[in-house]
């Protein structure tokens, strides 16, 4: 049976141990006078009921589906004759492919050895077999744990903490997961940046504070993209912040009902347009503009530029700033208000001293997103900023940013261990490692201005 369908049982099965549970407790407290001299709610002993039918079930198949593949893929290659059992690994991939393909007949036998014929014949049969050997499994288990908590509703039976408990170890399950997703793509990255600079070509010191990035002429010097980073990140930050902050006061705190309503949904509906929609306002309106403005004052401006990008980001970023700045600041406690207002202060002296370092942690939290955003965007950069790696602080010439090379880098028909390819995760770990930073400063500046609050 297939895992879906599998799945699917599952979730019947479990369907039905829930009511069979909390039929049987209603069926224990009809004689007693009710469910009041049960320990736990009827709901609760439908649900241990349930879990005790779908949870083991789960986790078999989880295991089984997890060292199904492997064992069946070994057992098909060691049966192979001597001369054709393959000694790397990539001829083992060959290998495995070679066998899959010819088993579910994306590859003809004809012209293929009666070995590897074999061979894909004697992986499909394992394959079904195992799959029933599982469905099997799998369902006598559920069937048997669904009976187990059934026989054991009673009166006494503390269900309710029992069900308690396994919700508690799978939210702690979730979070883990989390962790260690994200502990598993920090350790990825850092490997294949170790990869890359164990190769001869590439220094260390050069890629951290090199000036000149050509990869495809040996020269990694980074640099100059983490500068053009910064710059475009700072110019949209400039524009956000102070817009996106004056307009979350604005809604939150002296705006009319109805005017609200109206002015913040389509101030969100910036948040909704796609960037390739502002690359275009970026290249086609915000650059000749800015260049035009730039020629009749006697300047020298490109023809994409870091200003550009940053200001067309920056109008991007002001509905992550004013959204959730104003949520938090509307979460503030109206008694903080009228405390303050009874004692004689202003609105505005409400708002500076009262309000607004209530609302500090969310408020920075909306603009670490906005930076991260910021820092992360790639289209806008590559339509009005340009790809040319030039270090500067001229916000009126070309540059390019991180993400945009980490782009280029995995592109192409460039092998993926070569150095111009393992780049692209040097530059992801040094941008984690730069908006770490960032994070850490964040939250110390939250916890000193929360601490004189309190």
């Known amino acids: 049976m297939q895992t879906a369908n599998l799945l699917f049982l599952l979730l019947i099965m479990a369907a039905v141990a829930y009511y069979m549970g909390r039929g049987r407790s209603y069926a224990i407290a009809r004689p007693m006078g009710g469910i009041r001299y049960l320990n736990s709610l009827p709901f609760y002993y439908?649900?241990?009921?349930?879990?005790?039918?779908?949870?083991?079930?789960?986790?078999?198949?989880?295991?089984?589906?997890?060292?199904?593949?492997?064992?069946?893929?070994?057992?098909?290659?060691?049966?192979?004759?001597?001369?054709?059992?393959?000694?790397?690994?990539?001829?083992?991939?060959?290998?495995?492919?070679?066998?899959?393909?010819?088993?579910?007949?994306?590859?003809?036998?004809?012209?293929?050895?009666?070995?590897?014929?074999?061979?894909?014949?004697?992986?499909?049969?394992?394959?079904?077999?195992?799959?029933?050997?599982?469905?099997?499994?799998?369902?006598?288990?559920?069937?048997?744990?669904?009976?187990?908590?059934?026989?054991?509703?009673?009166?006494?039976?503390?269900?309710?903490?029992?069900?308690?408990?396994?919700?508690?170890?799978?939210?702690m399950f979730c979070a883990m997961i989390a962790i260690f997703t994200t502990v598993g793509i920090v350790f990825s990255v850092l490997f294949e940046t170790i990869h890359f600079i164990s190769f001869d070509d590439v220094e260390l010191l050069d890629f951290l504070f090199g000036s000149t990035w050509s990869p495809q002429s040996g020269k990694y010097g980074a640099l100059p993209l983490f500068v053009g980073t910064l710059l475009i990140s700072f110019i949209a930050m400039l524009v956000a912040v102070p817009v996106g902050l004056m307009s979350a006061i604005y809604l939150a705190e002296y705006a009319h009902p109805k005017l609200r309503s109206f002015i913040k949904p389509t101030l969100e509906i910036l948040a909704g347009i796609p960037t390739v929609v502002y690359g275009f306002f970026a290249a086609l309106t915000v650059a000749p503009f800015i260049r035009g403005l730039g020629e009749s004052m006697g300047l020298n401006v490109a023809s994409e530029s870091a200003l550009a990008a940053g200001v067309v980001m920056g109008v991007m970023i002001i509905p992550f700033v004013s959204s959730l700045s104003d949520d938090v600041i509307r979460a503030v406690p109206q008694a903080m208000r009228d405390g303050s207002l009874g004692l004689g202060a202003t609105k505005s002296e409400t708002i500076k001293r009262v309000i607004f370092p209530a609302a500090l942690p969310g408020i920075v939290g909306g603009i670490?997103?906005?930076?991260?955003?910021?820092?992360?965007?790639?289209?806008?950069?590559?339509?009005?900023?340009?790809?040319?790696?030039?270090?500067?602080?001229?916000?009126?010439?070309?540059?390019?940013?991180?993400?945009?090379?980490?782009?280029?880098?995995?592109?192409?028909?460039?092998?993926?261990?070569?150095?111009?390819?393992?780049?692209?995760?040097?530059?992801?770990?040094?941008?984690?490692?730069?908006?770490?930073?960032?994070?850490?400063?964040?939250?110390?500046?939250?916890?000193?201005?929360?601490?004189?609050?309190?």
């Open 46 to 171: 439908g649900t241990q009921t349930a879990i005790w039918c779908a949870v083991p079930s789960l986790i078999l198949m989880g295991v089984w589906l997890m060292f199904d593949a492997p064992i069946i893929e070994h057992v098909v290659l060691t049966g192979l004759p001597e001369a054709l059992q393959p000694h790397t690994t990539a001829d083992h991939n060959l290998m495995l492919s070679r066998i899959n393909n010819i088993a579910s007949g994306a590859l003809s036998s004809a012209g293929e050895v009666p070995e590897i014929i074999a061979a894909a014949e004697r992986l499909s049969k394992l394959r079904n077999t195992a799959s029933w050997v599982m469905t099997g499994a799998v369902l006598s288990l559920a069937i048997l744990g669904g009976f187990w908590g059934w026989a054991k509703v009673s009166a006494q039976f503390k269900a309710r903490n029992q069900v308690e408990k396994v919700f508690s170890a799978s939210l």
């Open 368 to 454: 670490l997103l906005a930076v991260s955003r910021a820092i992360g965007e790639t289209m806008i950069v590559v339509m009005a900023a340009g790809l040319a790696a030039n270090m500067t602080a001229n916000p009126l010439e070309a540059v390019t940013t991180v993400t945009v090379q980490i782009v280029l880098a995995l592109v192409g028909d460039q092998e993926f261990n070569s150095p111009q390819t393992l780049v692209a995760f040097a530059l992801g770990l040094v941008l984690f490692v730069i908006t770490l930073g960032l994070n850490m400063f964040a939250q110390r500046t939250v916890k000193k201005y929360r601490e004189q609050y309190d």
